[in-house]
């Protein structure tokens, strides 16, 4: 797993990340989620050593990840696409990461293969689109077969049959035990992708969640579709319910979708529908951040 653990670092005057403590674990993908400037960034680095705390630490399985001798095998990760030599060829980058870590030559095929780029292993990666160079540094994380993965907006560049791929890709790794970390800025993206959410401002910590616990959180009203409005309405306001009627229904807030479900049954009132409306990922990321946001637009008017 991935702990922070009190995890401050300033740069100067500038406090980046701000006593962060948190857990990423095994077997469920983590959504990354903050606005620019957050210090999600910072922490990922520290993460991964690029970044000395001045305070607190950032621990995998327990160490630190200069530690391992061979970190490849025990952490993959892709903070940016173009940090590569735009004069090697896809294959020659593999093979170098590959070599420093005791990596032999099929896996850098085998990962090639995997990210659809066996195709274009022998072009110069000067020449490659940002999508991509995003699917090659998936492959540069992959290539230890590691337990702990780190994806900084993956999705960036990534054509529509590539976004689904790399969702299908991290559901997949973490499904088979390991501990994937992924920020994005696509609260669509997350809402599909994630089980659990580390929302940070600021760089501190303003949530930690499953994806089940933030909806019951903001959970909003239930759309009820039934042939009588009015009756219906009239008894859900009897017993304390707020109603409201929109085109497709009574919009009923106070009772459960089994509560309203019930009392339609004891009183005859015939039901084709319920519906438990939540807000969306993005509602519930833009409220959870309010306060902490550090720049807004403007109104025209």
Not at 14 to 35: I, N, S, W
Request: proline fraction near 3%; charge should be neutral.
């Amino acid at each position: 797993m991935i702990q922070v653990l009190e995890l401050t670092k300033r740069y100067g005057r500038t406090t980046a990340v701000d006593a962060l403590t948190f857990t990423v674990r095994p077997g469920q993908v983590t959504g990354f989620l903050g606005a620019n400037g957050s210090g999600k960034s910072t922490t990922m680095r520290a993460v991964l050593g690029l970044d000395a705390p001045t305070s607190g630490r950032a621990l995998v399985d327990g160490r630190l990840y200069r530690s391992f001798p061979r970190p490849l095998h025990h952490v993959g990760a892709l903070l940016d696409a173009g940090a590569v030599h735009g004069g090697r060829s896809a294959r020659m980058h593999l093979r170098c990461l590959a070599r420093t870590n005791g990596i032999g030559p099929r896996r850098v095929s085998e990962v090639l293969d995997l990210v659809g780029l066996a195709a274009v292993a022998d072009r110069r990666v000067g020449g490659f689109s940002l999508g991509m160079r995003q699917r090659l540094g998936i492959a540069a994380a992959l290539l230890g077969d590691p337990g702990v993965l780190l994806f900084d907006e993956p999705v960036n560049g990534l054509d529509p049959e590539g976004i689904r791929w790399i969702r299908e890709l991290m559901r997949e790794l973490a499904g088979e035990g390991r501990t994937v970390l992924v920020s994005s800025h696509l609260m669509s993206e997350m809402a599909l992708t994630a089980d659990h959410l580390v929302v940070i401002g600021r760089g501190r910590l303003i949530t930690e969640a499953s994806m089940a616990e933030l909806a019951e959180r903001f959970r909003r009203d239930v759309l009820v579709s039934t042939p009588d409005s009015v009756g219906l309405g009239a008894a859900l306001r009897a017993v304390g319910a707020t109603v409201s009627s929109e085109v497709d229904g009574l919009a009923v807030v106070g009772l459960s979708p089994t509560e309203i479900g019930d009392l339609a049954h004891r009183a005859g009132f015939a039901v084709h529908g319920l519906v438990q409306r939540t807000a969306t990922l993005e509602d519930a990321y833009l409220d959870l951040t309010d306060d902490s946001t550090e720049y807004r637009a403007g109104s025209r008017r």
